[in-house]
């Protein structure tokens, strides 16, 4: 894929007050796209640990190396290092395959406090998740939900911590409630997760989109 934009994604156990001041020292010198207290952090699937988050919006991927950097990462590195990932953005033309819901793609919704779906794991059945995602796909452009990251292929960097998944997505939705909509439907209860539940493992998490 060519590059284009790219995000860095910081997941940490620090105490509160270390994260806090982490955040307020790179918002001046990072564009922040999503960040989130553990408290703040909202787990949706089963067994996903919650964690501070932040993510930040970068050019691209060498600005993003360069970025993480300068980090005074130090501050994150009690009880553990933190878990830093770097990805790949949806470039803004979308997907060649337009049954890929992005930003080109979708129709704009009315926001309402957007929040941030993480999505990352590893499944062993491609033709199962092949029939998940063509269930999942057209839920999410009738939410006006749409994909901001979509690596599928196991090109994700590891800065800092260890990770070892084959699946990273990150997906916008205009609300909360439209992401809860989805979730808890029946049709994603009944129809989606059993397709996946003996293939592979996943966490899946919100955090709410920064404005400002």
């Known amino acids: 894929m060519k590059d284009t934009g790219a995000f860095l994604i910081v997941r940490s156990l ?11 020292r790179i918002s001046g010198t990072s564009s922040v796209t999503g960040v989130a207290r553990l408290h703040e952090v909202e787990a949706l699937e089963p067994g996903t640990s919650p964690a501070h988050t932040l993510i930040l919006d970068c050019p691209d991927r060498q600005s993003a190396r360069d970025a993480f ?7 994150l590195d ?3 290092a933190p878990l830093v ?6 470039p803004e033309a979308g997907f060649d395959d337009p049954s890929i819901p992005t930003k080109a793609n979708v129709d704009e919704f009315e926001d309402d ?3 941030l779906m993480l999505i990352e794991g590893s499944a062993t059945d491609q033709d199962k998740m092949d029939t998940y995602r063509n269930i999942i ?3 999410m452009f009738e939410r006006g939900a749409y994909y901001t990251a979509f690596e599928l292929g196991g090109d994700v960097e590891v800065l800092s911590g260890s990770w070892d998944e084959a699946i990273f997505a990150i997906s916008r939705w205009p609300s909360r409630e439209a992401a809860r909509d989805f979730w808890l439907c029946e049709r994603y209860q009944r129809d989606a997760i059993p397709l996946r ?3 592979g493992r996943f966490a899946v998490a919100l955090v709410p989109e920064h404005r400002g």
């Not at 950097?69 to 501050?75: K, R, T």
């Open 137 to 139: 796909l057209p839920m």
């Open 113 to 115: 406090a957007p929040v």
């Open 197 to 199: 539940l003996d293939i």
């Open 14 to 24: 620090a105490p509160d007050a270390r994260f806090r001041e982490f955040v307020d």
């Open 85 to 90: 990932l770097l990805t790949s953005q949806v």
């Open 78 to 80: 009690q009880p553990a």
């Open 69 to 75: 950097a300068s980090m005074p990462i130090q501050l």
